[in-house]
């Protein structure tokens, strides 16, 4: 029988009678996922997926890699199935792990029998496996403690399957079980990483961004939609609407107290984002906000910038220190992107000394003198959408 591949489920098995609508979008999730890599069958029994390839054809190494990046699988292993009976566990293990066992200084076999109808209960399976590999393989001990290398035997209904050490999958619960959210996505650190992290529990992402063109060049949109290409690897296909800030800025430039106008401008993005989000079914904002790494990420700041919207306001990364900020942005590829020097607007027309400790009072007062209404319904019509994707 063709190799192929158990996913296993996370936090998923813990959601009760939801269960099920859990693993039907899982399943197709994973389904469309394995698309561009040819025909694959995907059944979910059991808190596992298994993937089959249907055909010769398939790229199972690009469908491989592909699967680490499923939200809702929190493990998952190449196997190769074969008959429930010794014999074939035995062949098989030799044919498909032989080569790994030769090259351990130990072993030991752990099996699992979910189909409980096999003759042998689960700790007798190992050691008949066992005895028999450690005939094959006389040079590797066998050490069930702390062994070099684990051969795994699953008896399950359809079949058996043999594979060796499972890998660690992207955790998170399936994409679209917990609804949709508009991030604000700058060409920074932050906002890819705490997109990541709300997507990672089961939200569809939409993006949003603020182009201050000629303020910031092309490039810098070209940078922000390869981070959006870039997160897609893990959020499935996302919408980046870009809108045109130009005018906003300058109005604010003209006509705001110097020290307001960060706090101006996050809030007339505020307030886009969500005017953007309800009109395409987000429930919340999301922002790479974090407590006091810059003048407007004070309490004071956010909670002027957060009254100016309804819709919750998700930052994930509100706790974290930088380090840990960063070290997230290399896991999931978007570091070296978001390090290239294009400028972002926040940085076009920054206050030399910019208000920390901000009140409501005196951020309506600095807003006053703007026609709030006509900047923003100009800066939605000045809007571009664009479709990204992982593949093609
Ligand atoms: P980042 O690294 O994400 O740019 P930052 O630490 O530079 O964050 P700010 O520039 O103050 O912080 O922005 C705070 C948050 O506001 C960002 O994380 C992002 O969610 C949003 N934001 C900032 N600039 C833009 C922009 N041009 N378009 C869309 N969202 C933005
Ligand atoms: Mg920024």
């Known amino acids: 029988m063709n190799e192929m591949f158990l996913l296993k489920l996370g936090e998923i098995v813990l959601k009760g009678g939801n269960r099920f609508q859990f693993e039907n979008r899982l399943k197709t999730n994973v389904a469309r996922r394995m698309r561009p890599f040819g025909d694959f069958r995907v059944s979910i029994v059991q808190s596992t997926a298994y993937v089959e390839p249907e055909n010769a054809d398939c790229d199972l190494d690009g469908a491989w890699e592909a699967c680490h990046a499923i939200f809702g699988v929190v493990s998952l292993c190449r196997c190769r199935p074969c008959a429930k009976d010794l014999d074939a566990i035995f062949d098989t293990a030799m044919a498909y792990l032989g080569e790994d ?18 003759p042998l209960t689960s700790i007798g399976l190992s050691q008949e496996i066992g005895g028999r590999l450690a005939e094959a393989f006389p040079d590797v001990t066998v050490d069930v403690h702390h062994p070099d290398y684990t051969v795994y035997v699953e008896v399950r209904d ?53 182009f201050s063109y000629p303020y910031t060049s092309e490039l810098a949109k070209d940078k922000v939609l390869e981070l959006a290409h870039l997160m897609t690897r893990y959020c499935g296909r996302m919408t980046v609407n870009i809108v045109g800030f130009t005018e906003i800025q300058e109005a604010i430039r ?17 307030k886009i984002a969500e005017r953007i989000a309800r009109d395409h079914g987000c429930g919340c904002l999301v922002t790479g906000e974090n407590l ?4 407007s990420q004070t ?13 919750p306001i998700f930052q ?11 070290t997230r942005a290399r896991q999931i590829g978007t570091m070296e992107t978001s390090i ?17 400790k901000p009140t409501l009072a005196q951020v309506d007062a600095a807003c006053a003198p703007l026609d709030l209404e006509g900047l923003i319904a100009r800066a939605l019509e000045n809007t571009e959408l664009v479709k990204v994707r992982w593949h093609g």
């Open 101 to 118: 066992l030769s090259m351990a200084k130990s072993f030991k076999v752990e099996s699992r029998r979910s189909d409980k109808r096999f």
């Open 158 to 210: 359809r079949a058996a399957y043999v594979h060796g050490p499972a890998e660690p999958g992207a955790g998170g619960l399936p994409t679209g079980v917990g609804g949709r959210a508009m991030l604000l996505l700058s060409g920074g650190i932050d906002s890819p990483v705490a997109g990541y992290m709300i997507a990672k529990r089961g939200v569809e992402l939409e993006c949003v961004h603020f």
């Open 254 to 270: 003209d006509n705001c107290p110097e020290e307001f106008f960060t706090l101006v401008m996050r809030r007339f993005m505020m």
């Open 292 to 295: 006091g790494q810059v003048a």
């Open 299 to 311: 309490m004071e700041a956010m909670a002027v910038t957060g009254a100016c919207v309804d819709l």
């Open 316 to 326: 994930p990364l509100i706790g974290m220190d930088k380090e840990e900020i960063v």
């Open 340 to 356: 290239l020097p294009y400028e972002d607007c926040c940085t076009v027309f920054t206050p030399r000394h910019p208000k920390t």
